[in-house]
């Protein structure tokens, strides 16, 4: 009896050890756990990089996650950030004023101007007002300012920050606004929208003007004068086509470059700095229904995260935000059942991996095959043409579908890929946010877009 009794209290004893050294070893990964956060996440932010994956709903994430990681040759920097840094994350509800699904003029105004405007307009209060931009309010404070986009630099998005135009589409005005308020550096396509005169004015103002890859790679970094960077007449073109077409490699920086050039530059503002950074063209893929450009963006909105987070390594005083201002087209991997005859074997979503690594063999986007004559190929031509872009070997009925590269490419490309879209319209779920660096835990983990402008005002200790 006593035998079961010193064995039923040893048991106790066993039990009751491991739930102490279970219960302190949590609490000091605990306390090791809030000591790292409250060093990183703590404090007054000098600077701010506001980084914006433009259209991309969680599907358009975890596709370039995957694409990227499984083959074990690369890591995402944003999952990396996720596993590794104390990093606080929401889910964001992006409304408009005037609708459940926001445009990205009314989206960047609710950042910029901290009210939700309708649809359409940049910092246009529905009563007619004006918001006072995040610009105007940093530049009264000595900091700089920066915007840097895959789009036009004229476009919704980097105005949102800067401008008042009761139309996002007066691309011209807003060129010459961004003078007139003195945003410090602007990079990205829509030379366009600036005139001879107007880039003289940019000149005579002191700003280094560059218009090629080349002169933009011979401006110092390290020079504090402000910069404007075009590099096209419309948008930059797809990631893709720049890593796959050496004429626009060669004339094109990528968004990473661009990045790295503007924190060089506003980096020595004694002041601190609010630099933009948005990967523009995930929602151009989105509209397209274009599930690899889609991808490859993404992944290059990855590679300025990782030159974001090298430049704070050096610079722990800065505030990182990384989040989108909607979804669209509501990308997806659709699971794919393998069938009789298949290399893959019949089964249940067994065929996923094996469509899904079919859009490894795509080397252009839709939009420049349209662009260089595809769309105007019929027949044999047509299918050698889309099997030496994509890889895709179609039937003959597919390639009769594909002509004019029409919307019935989305059926194709779906049937080899399994990736397919909801629409080419922007959609309205919840968003991904994340914060790292000081003033991020101000951010709550559920947040309305219009609710981040007095957040990063507080981050830097203006709220």
């Not at 956060?37 to 995957?66: C, P, T, Y």
């Not at 004339?251 to 470059?257: D, R, V």
């Amino acid at each position: 009896m006593q035998k079961k009794n010193l064995a039923t209290d040893r048991r106790h004893f066993l039990k009751a050890a491991f739930a102490t050294s279970a219960v302190f070893g949590a609490e000091n990964a605990l306390a090791e756990s809030k000591t790292r956060e409250a060093g990183e996440n703590g404090g007054r932010a000098k600077n701010v990089i506001f980084m914006v994956s433009d259209g991309m709903n969680h599907g358009a994430l975890s596709l370039a996650r995957q694409f990227l990681e499984s083959d074990g040759k690369a890591q995402s920097h944003w999952m990396r950030l996720y596993r590794e840094r104390p990093v606080v994350r929401s889910l964001v509800e992006t409304f408009s004023a005037n609708s459940c699904v926001t445009d990205s003029a009314a989206a960047a105004s609710a950042w910029g101007g901290g009210q939700r405007v309708n649809n359409g307009t940049l910092n246009f209060l529905p009563d007619g007002s004006k918001a006072v931009t995040l610009h105007q309010k940093l530049k009264k404070t000595g900091r700089k300012t920066g915007l840097v986009t895959t789009a036009t630099i004229t476009h919704a998005t980097p105005a949102g920050f800067a401008v008042n135009m009761e139309s996002r589409g007066d691309e011209a005005t807003i060129a010459a606004q961004y003078l007139e308020r003195g945003v410090d550096v602007l990079l990205g396509g829509g030379r366009k929208f600036f005139s001879a005169d107007l880039k003289k004015e940019y000149a005579a103002a002191d700003y280094d003007v560059a218009e090629s890859k080349k002169a933009f790679a011979a401006l110092s970094g390290e020079s504090d004068k402000p910069l404007l960077g075009i590099f096209n007449d419309g948008h930059l073109p797809y990631s893709i086509d720049l890593q796959n077409v050496p004429e626009i490699e060669a004339a094109i920086p990528t968004l990473a470059e661009m990045t790295e050039k503007a924190l060089a530059r506003l980096a020595p503002s004694p002041d601190g700095f609010f630099l933009l950074v948005e990967g523009a063209r995930i929602d151009h893929a989105g509209h397209a229904n274009d599930a690899a450009a889609s991808i490859h963006d993404q992944i290059a909105f990855d590679d300025a995260i990782g030159t974001a987070l090298t430049f704070i390594e050096s610079h722990p005083d800065t505030l990182l935000v990384i989040t989108t201002d909607h979804g669209c087209g509501g990308i997806q991997m659709n699971g794919v059942s393998g069938k009789k005859g298949q290399p893959i074997g019949p089964g249940i979503y067994n065929a996923s991996n094996h469509s899904f690594d079919q859009l490894r063999g795509f080397k252009r986007s839709l939009e420049w095959m349209k662009q260089n004559g595809v769309s105007g190929l019929s027949g044999p031509p047509l299918g050698e043409a889309l099997a030496k872009h994509t890889g895709l070997t179609l039937t003959e009925d597919e390639i009769k579908a594909a002509q004019g590269l029409k919307s019935s490419m989305e059926d194709i490309y779906q049937k080899y890929t399994g990736v397919g879209w909801t629409s080419g319209n922007h959609t309205g779920e919840l968003v991904e946010f994340c914060a790292l660096g000081p003033g991020s835990r101000r951010f709550p983990a559920f947040l309305r877009n219009c609710d981040e402008h007095a957040l990063i005002l507080e981050a830097l200790d203006l709220g």
